[in-house]
């Protein structure tokens, strides 16, 4: 069964720092492509970052290039994200999500290059 468990999401102030954590089972995180996407209130979800390529390869939404790092640990099977100089546009809800490589790919931060989603994890950011 494939479990995704997000984690690490909370409140902070604007230059705060949080650093999300997916934990997960039922599949190998360096054989999928994984991300973090976010989705605020009344917006569309955004890919914010990616990895690839059995971690050779990451993208990162403009928006958070700079200040966001994806990583991943093979060793415990998780993912993560590091989020510095947050911002109150940043304040969203977080989900991990993984893709099987060789399954369809529409772009790195696109939605549908994914098939598996986590539950999410909250991130406001207050000014």
């Known amino acids: 069964e494939v479990q995704q468990v997000e984690s690490g999401g909370g409140s902070v102030q604007a230059g705060g720092s949080l650093r999300l954590s997916c934990a997960v089972s039922?599949?190998?995180?360096?054989?999928?492509?994984m991300g973090w996407f976010r989705q605020a209130p009344g917006k569309e979800r955004e890919g914010v970052a990616a990895i690839y390529n059995y971690g050779g390869s990451r993208y990162y939404a403009d928006s958070v290039k700079g200040r966001f790092t994806i990583s991943q640990d093979n060793a415990k099977n998780t993912l993560y994200l590091e989020m510095n100089s947050l911002k109150p546009e940043d304040s969203a809800m977080y989900y991990c999500?993984?893709?099987?490589?060789?399954?369809?790919?529409?772009?790195?931060?696109?939605?549908?290059?994914?098939?598996?989603w986590g539950q999410g994890t909250q991130v406001t950011v207050s000014s």
């Open positions: 999500a993984a893709g099987k490589n060789g399954d369809a790919w529409y772009g790195p931060l696109v939605a549908r290059s994914f098939v598996y």
């Open positions: 039922g599949y190998t995180v360096s054989r999928y492509r």
